[in-house]
């Protein structure tokens, strides 16, 4: 049935190859969203946040990243609706639900934090918290030494529009464009009009929030993140901003927020915000390139490959008192009362 | 002799020529100021920041995020309180993040009171600090500590916060620091920035020695029976004065400890001189509700209640909203000599 070469979009287009691949990925991201809801309702895991409603723009920034461990490779600074942008990394699902399950083998946080809240060294995802914009105060740092190393390392830092109400987002435009000192920053707002359950338009009066960027000389895009195809470009064309020029660029989507801010919030599903990969598999077979029945098997696979994850991961052990304390501290050869990791009070 | 503050440039010119120091960042930090108490000037690798406390933690985060060690400075702790949040991640993200990142990071900032500054520039920072898990907590109460204290802080391969006692930053050393010329003015020539002019100012440093003392290893300064005496900063050479004039006319001898490291601290170190003297008082300034000498008295409680031969004190600062500019108020809100002097002689002389 693939007989069109590329899909457009607008005036942009991408291969029929390269739409599928994205296709697959979002596909995967969501049933293992789901999944994850589920495993919040059920007992098999006690909290969900995600990014249903992000796959389209979230896949296409994974798949952008130079990936990699030190400063010769893309930092990324995320929040916790990623997840679709690890799986494009090619890191496994069963990773991801093992946080979602607070498995001791999660390797982000050993069933620490709330699912979505990566931390992987050999990527350059540093750890991913909970206040929404910290991330921004932190970029910098990075991409100093990304641009004092050389080579076409990136920063990529995502947040959401609620969140760059902080005077963290401010940070970031002020540090990433001291005179002399610009930084390969590539500032990512998701915005979902949303902060849990306040409207933007209700607290926000700018235009689009990368127009801040305009006073500091940040070049800036809009873009539909629920377009993939509009989404890869935009992001194409940031990355080469940053990589060549070593100077920042911003760039807002607007996404949709499917299921609500968290399980705390029942993460029903939204009925009445534009699903990406609905909008996406109309494109594909307008366009001839994917059958009904070839869609259903690419959810049936990821379905399938999401259960497989959760029946693994509930198999794996769960943390045990004794690493309460562990990884605390890193062993330390000038410190008298814990060399090694933490260990309680001082005795 | 160098001066505390002296000695703080010293480490941090060692730790950035041998240690691999890349970042020294903060307000006024790099040329032409050097640092409001003049702890940066000349170093190769500090570097003004903007005005702008969550950046400069932030930003050193990434710096050790990416390989570089850095250290922050805070021009006074009092404006270090819109960072708390970005303290605690660089505390937490090891612990939370399953050991995936060191985090070598020192902040150093100048703390407490008594250069008459007023409400923002008198704050105590280590009992919020010591409820930051995850971070490491020094503060010297003398030049050759400063150093010894500040290159460990570089080594640790953990965040490490460095509170440097204001009141002392230019009190010179009673020990030499390896490598440091004896005579101070010479001293002086070599590495403090001129005044006026300095653009073509280079320092000459002193060929300096790697010495070391490590985190959570406290230092008595003083030996005795009567009692133990345990504080840090600030206070600890008033706990010293103190004790050598009771000394002097009582014959009361003390164990005088000074903490060095608020976290982890020396616990068998205290616990030890508590069991022999049975009689205990731990002194600072921070403010009295909730303050970290009310830890230590805790332990002391909860471990050696039996031991004890009298009740235990804590001397620390009043709970006030800050400190008035007139000395009328610094000296009646933070402890001074005659307090503790008077503290410690009736701690000693109570009747068991």
């Known amino acids: 049935m693939t007989t069109v070469a590329e899909v457009h979009s607008g005036k942009e287009a991408l291969s029929a190859e390269q739409c599928l691949a994205i296709h697959r990925v979002m596909v995967r991201a969501r049933a293992m969203e789901e999944r994850m809801i589920q495993m919040s309702k059920s007992g098999e895991g006690y909290f969900w946040i995600g990014g249903p409603g992000e796959e389209a723009f979230n896949t296409c920034l994974g798949l952008h990243i130079k990936k990699g461990c030190g400063p010769d490779y893309d930092f990324l600074h995320l929040h916790y609706r990623n997840a679709a942008t690890l799986l494009a990394m090619q890191l496994p699902m069963l990773d991801a639900v093992r946080q979602a399950a607070l498995r001791v083998t999660d390797p982000h946080s050993m069933g620490r934090n709330f699912v979505g809240h990566y931390a992987l060294r050999q990527y350059n995802i540093v750890p991913v918290s909970s206040p929404v914009e910290t991330q921004y105060a932190i970029a910098p740092g990075t991409a100093i030494v990304q641009k004092r190393h050389g080579g076409d390392g990136v920063t990529v830092v995502v947040g959401g529009d609620a969140g760059s109400s902080e005077g963290d987002f401010a940070t970031c435009m002020i540090w990433s464009t001291r005179p002399g000192q610009e930084l390969p920053v590539l500032m990512i707002v998701m915005n979902n009009q949303w902060g849990i359950s306040t409207p933007m338009r209700s607290q926000h009066s700018e235009r689009h929030i990368v127009d801040r960027g305009e006073a500091f000389g940040i070049p800036a895009e809009t873009v539909d993140g629920n377009d993939p195809i509009a989404s890869w470009h935009a992001l194409r064309r940031a990355f080469q901003w940053c990589r060549r020029k070593r100077h920042p660029f911003m760039l807002e989507a607007s996404v949709s927020r499917l299921h609500g801010h968290s399980s705390s919030s029942g993460a029903v599903r939204v009925r009445d915000e534009p699903d990406c990969i609905a909008l996406f598999e109309g494109k594909l077979q307008s366009a001839g390139l994917l059958a009904q029945d070839a869609i259903d098997d690419a959810w049936e696979g990821a379905r399938e490959e999401a259960a497989a994850a959760v029946e693994q991961a509930l198999r794996e052990p769960e943390p045990a008192a004794g690493d309460v304390y562990r990884h605390t501290y890193a062993p330390s050869g000038v410190d008298a009362v814990y060399p090694d990791d933490y260990t309680g009070l001082p005795e | 002799m160098a001066t505390l503050v002296q000695a703080v ?95 070598p990071l020192v902040v150093m900032t100048p703390s407490g009171s008594g250069i008459r500054g007023s409400l923002y520039h008198s704050h105590s920072f280590e009992s919020w600090a010591s409820r930051l898990a995850g971070w490491k907590i020094v503060m010297p109460s003398n030049a050759l500590d400063a150093y010894g204290l500040m290159l460990s802080a570089i080594l640790d391969p953990n965040p490490v916060l460095v509170l440097l006692p204001k009141a002392l930053l230019r009190v010179h050393g009673e020990q030499l620091i390896p490598g440091e010329p004896a005579d101070q003015e010479y001293l002086k020539q070599l590495i403090d920035a001129p005044l006026g002019d300095r653009s073509n100012w280079q320092p000459r440093w002193p060929d300096l020695d790697e010495y070391l003392v490590p985190i959570g290893q406290a230092n008595r300064v003083r030996e005795g029976t009567a009692a133990t005496v345990v504080s840090y900063g600030r206070t600890l050479p008033l706990c010293v004065q103190a004790a050598d004039a009771l000394a002097a006319a009582h014959g009361l001898t003390f164990d005088v400890i000074d903490l060095r490291s608020i976290f982890p601290y020396d616990w068998s170190a205290l616990s030890q001189s508590v069991l022999k003297t049975g009689r205990v008082l731990l002194v600072n300034e921070d403010t009295e509700v909730t303050n970290f000498g009310e830890h230590l008295l805790r332990r002391v409680i909860d471990e050696h209640f039996y031991e004890l031969e009298v009740r235990p004190r804590v001397l620390q600062g009043r709970h006030l909203p800050g400190i008035g500019l007139h000395q009328t108020y610094e000296r009646n809100s933070v402890p001074q000599l005659a307090h503790i002097q008077a503290t410690l002689q009736a701690l000693a002389t109570e009747e068991a």
Not at chain 2, 16 to 41: H, K, R, S
């Open chain 2, 9 to 103: 440039r010293m480490a941090l010119h060692y730790g950035e020529t041998y240690l691999g120091v890349t970042d020294i960042l903060g307000e006024d930090v790099g040329p032409p100021l050097g640092g409001v108490f003049t702890a940066t000037q000349g170093l190769a690798t500090a570097w003004n920041t903007p005005l702008d406390e969550r950046g400069i933690i932030g930003a050193a985060m990434g710096i050790a995020y990416a390989g570089g060690r850095p250290v922050a400075e805070i021009q006074f702790c009092d404006y270090g309180f819109n960072t708390i949040d970005l303290l605690k991640i660089a505390g937490n993200q090891r612990w939370a993040g399953a050991g995936n990142y060191e985090l």
